[in-house]
């Protein structure tokens, strides 16, 4: 069946650095573009980037743009999100999905930036 | 940046009670829209794409409905697994911005 399953997440002092990683399986995921979405506490949901099937292209919100970055490999079914510069306020749980694509997410992992 | 205007923001149902929610954008587009359900702790779930497209495995009492800047959820009779929080996306430009959510509540 198809799994998504995001980990890295943990404590980290702001200003710090961390990078999420998000493991495909059960579906083509070298077919498919892919995205980071995080909700922080009680909060609504927040796109944050998108990559193209082949990693050709990315995207990333605005209000990460220059601290964040979103990668992956094909040949290993992985998808990071290499997280610079954090602050309090990107605290949030983090799901890699794809989206309207198909639907697919992970269950989210909890990145808590606190010093 | 293309944002989504969610209404109502809580909305106090029964069960049998037929609902709409409506999603509106500040700039068109066509029919790339989406709506999720997310329940308490979990991960949303897809379950309207382009607009009114039911997704696989999803009940029937779910549709969609819109074209260009308004588009509407409906739920034709709500049934208990339906009390969370519903989103729209949308996925016309490289923003994939969310609306703000709306909550159904128990009346």
């Known amino acids: 069946q198809v799994q998504l399953i995001e980990s890295g997440g943990g404590v980290v002092q702001p200003g710090r650095s961390l990078r999420l990683s998000c493991a495909a399986s059960?579906?083509?995921?070298?077919?498919?573009?892919m995205y980071w979405v995080r909700q922080a506490p009680g909060k609504g949901l927040q796109w944050l980037a998108i990559i193209s099937h082949d990693g050709s292209n990315t995207h990333h919100a605005d209000s990460v743009k220059g601290r964040f970055s979103i990668s992956r490999d094909n040949s290993r079914n992985m998808m990071y999100l290499q997280m610079n510069s954090l602050r309090a306020e990107d605290t949030a749980v983090y799901y890699c999905t794809t989206l309207a694509t198909s639907g697919y997410w992970g269950q989210g992992t909890l990145v808590a930036v606190s010093s | 940046d293309i944002q989504l205007t969610q209404s109502p923001s809580t909305l106090s149902v029964s069960v049998g009670d037929r609902v709409t929610i409506t999603c509106r954008a500040s700039q068109r587009i066509s029919t790339w829209l989406a709506w999720y359900q997310q329940k308490p702790g979990k991960a949303p779930t897809l379950l309207i794409y382009k607009a009114s497209s039911l997704e696989s495995g999803v009940p029937s009492r779910f549709s969609g409905s819109g074209y260009g800047t308004e588009f509407t959820l409906t739920i034709s009779s709500l049934q208990p697994d339906d009390f969370a929080t519903y989103y729209c996306?949308?996925?016309?430009?490289?923003?994939?911005?969310f609306g703000q959510g709306t909550k159904l509540e128990i009346k």
């Open positions: 996306q949308q996925y016309n430009t490289y923003s994939y911005s």
């Open positions: 059960g579906f083509a995921f070298s077919s498919y573009p």
